[in-house]
Structures are given as C-alpha cells and as structure tokens.
C-alpha cells in the first residue's frame, strides 16, 4: 500500500535520484489545484514540491471499476487499509489518529503518515512523510498527485506524477550516485500509493458478494466501519444484488 511508497521516498536518502531544485512552483502548478487547497494544505505540498528531490511522471493505465467506489476507498484509506488486509493485499492496518492523518507501521522498518491535502472532481493530490528505520533513520516526505476519469464503460483512466524531497540534504545530493536504480525504485513503489484502491475497486466491480463475505468475517467494529462502503457496492446494478451484512 502506500506504506512501500513511503519505504521508497525515504530510501532516496540511501541509494541515490538526481538531486533537483525547482526554480519556480510552475512544474508543480501544471498538476496541481494551489489555488484550490487550504492555506495549511498548501504549505504542507509545497514544502516538497519548491524543492522537491524527484519528480516522476507516469502514463496512464486503465482498470474496470465504478468512480463512485474507487473515489470511496481512496478517501477511506482507513476503511480501505482494514479491508485490504482481511483480503490479504497487506499484513498491516493504517489507523487515524487525532489531527486526521493515517498512521501505519509495516513491522519492517518503515513509519509514517498520509493525508489527503485535496479532493476535488478527478483529482486527489496526497501527502506521505516519515521514517524509514536501519543502520541510522532516514525521514523523507512525498507528494503523490492522482488524475482520474471515467471512460466508456466502468472504466477508469488515470495519471500519477510523484514528488518526492529527501529532508537530509546531504544524503539527497549524493542521490546522484544511483540514479537510475533509484528512478526504477520509484517508479515501481510509488504504485503502492493506489495499489489497494484500484486492485480492491476491481473486485468490488468483478465480485462484490466475495468482498462482503470476507467483511462478515470480520469484528463487529469493522462491519460498522465497513457498512458505507456495502451499501456502496451494494448498489452496483451491473452485478446483480448483494448480501447485507448482518448486524451481530
């Protein structure tokens, strides 16, 4: 999930991507809404994008799903986090804290936070920061940019474009050493941050029965977590109906 996006970010202080200032935010405004966002959201994005350490683009790729479904499970990463480990696509669970932000640690050294600093009609740009711990911690901080649309059908075509700032400035210039590995990393981690919510919007599209059988499955706490988003897919006319689940 996005938790390996985050490994990745951080990983950037080790083994190296070119080490990029921006000039200006231009870059960062061609894909995303500034003008749109909370001052404090604005000033959290820009902190990576100003002087971001990466900056990726990614092509588009297409997967059969519902909008309404995938936009439910990228704003409920809490939901969607619970979810995905019951179905075995993660072995961890993210939970929200205080101030909003999702926490999650992977047991395997890496911790952090995301946090979605704007939704808006096809668009969500998400925010990732945290440390990955080994032989010395390394804290890093990531912007991870989603477009998004419906095309005939239930299927979606989306972008990303990724940004990421390493905050040792030492360690992310000499990223130069390893660019093009590090490139590579990125490019195949930073899926992570969708991984879940495409893959579990698919099912939900292909078999919507399957995924409420493993909610009953689950505690009573989950079911209630859970319920908005059966009633979702519940409504998917295209599948036939769905089985509620039952109140325990």
């Known amino acids: 999930m996005w938790l390996e996006a985050l490994r990745t970010v951080l990983i950037l202080g ?3 991507a070119p080490f990029a200032r921006a000039e200006n935010d231009t870059t960062a405004s061609e894909v995303i809404p500034f003008d749109s966002m909370t001052v404090s959201n604005r000033d959290l994005v820009r902190g990576v994008t100003d002087h971001y350490t990466l900056r990726r683009e990614y092509p588009a790729e297409n ?3 519902r909008v309404a479904v995938f936009e439910y499970l990228i704003d409920h990463m809490e939901s969607c986090s619970a979810l995905a480990q019951q179905v075995g696509l993660i072995t961890y669970r993210a939970t929200r804290r205080a101030d909003g932000r999702l926490y999650a640690d992977d047991h395997a050294g890496a911790t952090g ?3 979605t600093a704007y939704a808006g009609p096809g668009k969500r740009v998400i925010y990732v920061e945290g440390t990955e711990h080994g032989w010395f911690d390394v804290g890093g901080r990531g ?3 989603v477009d998004y649309h419906a095309t005939q059908g239930d299927v979606i075509e989306y972008t ?3 940004f990421v700032k390493v905050d040792n400035v030492v360690l992310a210039a000499l990223t130069q050493l390893f660019s093009v590995f590090l490139r590579r990393t990125v490019d195949s981690h930073f ?3 969708l991984h879940n919510p495409v893959l579990l919007s698919e099912r939900a ?3 919507p029965q399957q995924l409420v059988n493993q909610i009953r499955r689950m505690p009573e706490v989950d079911h209630q977590l859970l319920a908005p988003f059966v009633a979702l897919i519940s409504s ?5 109906a769905v089985d509620a689940v039952p109140p325990r």
């Open 63 to 65: 997967f059969q799903a």
């Open 191 to 193: 899926t992570h941050v």
């Open 143 to 145: 912007v991870a940019v």
């Open 160 to 162: 990303r474009t990724a």
């Open 113 to 115: 936070f995301i946090y």
């Open 205 to 207: 599209e292909r078999d």
């Open 236 to 240: 998917n006319r295209t599948t036939g």
């Open 14 to 16: 080790l083994f190296g």
